[in-house]
Nanobody, 119 residues
Framework: QVQLVESGGGLVQPGGSLRLSCAAS????????MGWYRQAPGKERELVVV???????NYADSVNGRFTISSDNAKNTVYLQMNSLKPEDTAVYYC?????????????WGQGTQVTVSS
């Protein structure tokens, strides 16, 4: 089956930077989209950014211009470069993927990685 493995979260001061990565593993899969969602305490999970297999992106207004997603299709991996981080960016960040297997097409989620922005 499909597994999404995330890395790169942590604690950073306001104005700092972090880079997240997410690798999808699974034989015979076709990836249509990958990206990131986040969930802060007491709030619903929200879109951060997704990137299609063709490279088109969709950023949340709150991160546009500060965060940049990139992908390495050969490695089934996406990266999220987060700059100018703010305390309101504090959340658990979940990797997301829209993947087709032989059994069908589904959404998949990583286990989540904590990002904390605090002085």
């Amino acid at each position: 089956q499909v597994q999404l493995v995330e890395s790169g979260g942590g604690l950073v001061q306001p104005g700092g930077s972090l880079r997240l990565s997410c690798a999808a593993s699974g034989s015979g899969c076709t990836i249509y989209k990958m990206g990131w969602y986040r969930q802060a305490p007491g709030k619903e999970r929200e879109l951060v950014v997704v990137i299609s297999s063709r490279g088109s992106t969709n950023y949340a207004d709150s991160v546009n211009g500060r965060f940049t997603i990139s992908s390495d299709n050969a490695k089934n991996t996406v990266y999220l470069q987060m700059n100018s981080l703010k305390p309101e960016d504090t959340a658990v960040y979940y990797c997301y993927a829209d993947i087709r297997l032989l059994t069908g097409r589904n959404d998949y989620w990583g286990q989540g990685t904590q990002v904390t922005v605090s002085s």
